[in-house]
Each structure stands twice: as structure tokens, then as C-alpha cells.
């Protein structure tokens, strides 16, 4: 037997705010009235949307629309860029790439460096590409980046977070993706 269920408030706000947020990350800042001709809102309701979005940190005003012509200048309201960060980490054999952009996918940091090979003296590659990813996190002031992806040649085992399945691989790649997630907190 099923059973009837409805949208509570909550549940329909939930979605509204999806909507309005998949809006602002897409279209980048829009005033209220965009806002209601984006998600068919009324405007009570949008103006109640842009107060809780506001209010958990996700959206703020950014600016002003309409300078120019007559009247009160719009406001714009737009994400929270520095409200979560994702790091992409490149590993190859000889150097590692890391960008790391904010929550409206603006690039905010860049850096490719060579890493140290396995000869005594010269540190350790995996621990060398460990730094250079929690360098660029102080840069731009991040401790723990909200998502972390890796690119490097091979597979990783999704039991153990091993890389594996080419013969030419460096050993300090074999386990990166585990120390990663350890080092991030994810």
C-alpha cells in the first residue's frame, strides 16, 4: 500500500533554494526580480529566499543594477565565492599541477612544480606534492578545501586508495590518493 506524501514547506523551500542558487552559479549575480522571473517565484517568497540564503552564508549582496536610469539602483545579489574551495591536484611522474578554485569556479590559485625524484637527499615526491597542495590552501586561506580531485596516470583501487595498473609508476604515486584524503580531511 502506498501512501500519499506532499512537499512540507521545508522540503518546497529546500528546492527553492536549490533552484535560486543553480541560478546565481550559473547566470553569476542577479537582482530579486531576476531572481522571481528565474524561479517563478513570488517576490515575498524570493525575498524570503535571498534572507535564509543570506543568513547560512551562501549569498550576499555584491553590487548595484540599473545605475543610470531613474530610480533606486537594484541590488545584486550573488554566491559567497570564499564559502567553499576545491582543490584539482595533476600527479605525473616528474611534476604535479594544483589549481584551486572557489564556489563560483573562479581559478584563485595556480601552481606546477617539478617533483624531487627518489635519489637520497632529495626528500620525499609524495610528500613534496602534499606540500605543494597545502601551499596553495594557505594561499588563498583555506584549511580544508570542501572537495579534493586528483588526476594521475593509472587507477585507483576504491578499497584502498591505491594507484596502481602501470608498471612505469613511481612508488610515492601508489598511495597519494590515500594521503590526500587523510591530509584534506575527506
Given at each position: 500500500?502506498t501512501?500519499?506524501?506532499?512537499?512540507?514547506?521545508?522540503?518546497?523551500?529546500?528546492?527553492?533554494?536549490?533552484?535560486?542558487?543553480e541560478?546565481?552559479?550559473?547566470?553569476?549575480?542577479?537582482?530579486?526580480?531576476?531572481?522571481?522571473?528565474?524561479?517563478?517565484?513570488?517576490?515575498?517568497?524570493?525575498?524570503?529566499?535571498?534572507?535564509?540564503?543570506?543568513?547560512?552564508?551562501?549569498?550576499?549582496?555584491?553590487?548595484?543594477?540599473?545605475?543610470?536610469?531613474r530610480?533606486?539602483?537594484?541590488?545584486?545579489?550573488?554566491?559567497?565565492?570564499?564559502?567553499?574551495?576545491?582543490?584539482?591536484?595533476?600527479?605525473?611522474?616528474?611534476?604535479?599541477?594544483?589549481?584551486?578554485?572557489?564556489?563560483?569556479?573562479?581559478?584563485?590559485?595556480?601552481?606546477?612544480?617539478?617533483?624531487?625524484?627518489?635519489?637520497?637527499?632529495?626528500?620525499?615526491?609524495?610528500?613534496?606534492?602534499?606540500?605543494?597542495?597545502?601551499?596553495?590552501?594557505?594561499?588563498?586561506?583555506?584549511?580544508?578545501?570542501?572537495?579534493?580531485?586528483?588526476?594521475?596516470?593509472?587507477?585507483?583501487?576504491?578499497?584502498t586508495?591505491?594507484?596502481?595498473?602501470?608498471?612505469?609508476?613511481?612508488?610515492?604515486?601508489?598511495?597519494?590518493?590515500?594521503?590526500?584524503?587523510?591530509?584534506?580531511?575527506?
Open positions: 500500500m501512501r500519499e506524501r506532499t512537499a512540507t514547506p521545508r522540503t518546497a523551500g529546500a528546492i527553492n533554494d536549490r533552484i535560486a542558487l541560478l546565481l552559479a550559473d547566470r553569476g549575480p542577479l537582482t530579486a526580480g531576476q531572481l522571481k522571473e528565474g524561479t517563478g517565484l513570488s517576490r515575498p517568497s524570493v525575498s524570503d529566499l535571498l534572507e535564509r540564503l543570506g543568513k547560512r552564508g551562501l549569498v550576499t549582496v555584491v553590487g548595484e543594477s540599473g545605475a543610470g536610469s530610480g533606486p539602483n537594484a541590488r545584486l545579489y550573488g554566491l559567497v565565492a570564499d564559502r567553499a574551495h576545491v582543490v584539482a591536484l595533476d600527479a605525473r611522474t616528474d611534476h604535479i599541477a594544483v589549481a584551486v578554485a572557489d564556489l563560483t569556479g573562479r581559478t584563485v590559485h595556480r601552481a606546477d612544480h617539478p617533483v624531487p625524484g627518489d635519489a637520497p637527499g632529495t626528500g620525499k615526491p609524495g610528500d613534496a606534492a602534499l606540500a605543494v597542495v597545502e601551499g596553495a590552501l594557505r594561499t588563498v586561506g583555506v584549511t580544508v578545501p570542501h572537495t579534493v580531485v586528483m588526476g594521475a596516470p593509472g587507477l585507483v583501487d576504491p578499497a586508495g591505491a594507484l596502481g595498473g602501470l608498471l612505469a609508476l613511481p612508488a610515492w604515486h601508489r598511495d597519494l590518493a590515500r594521503r590526500l584524503r587523510e591530509r584534506s580531511g575527506r
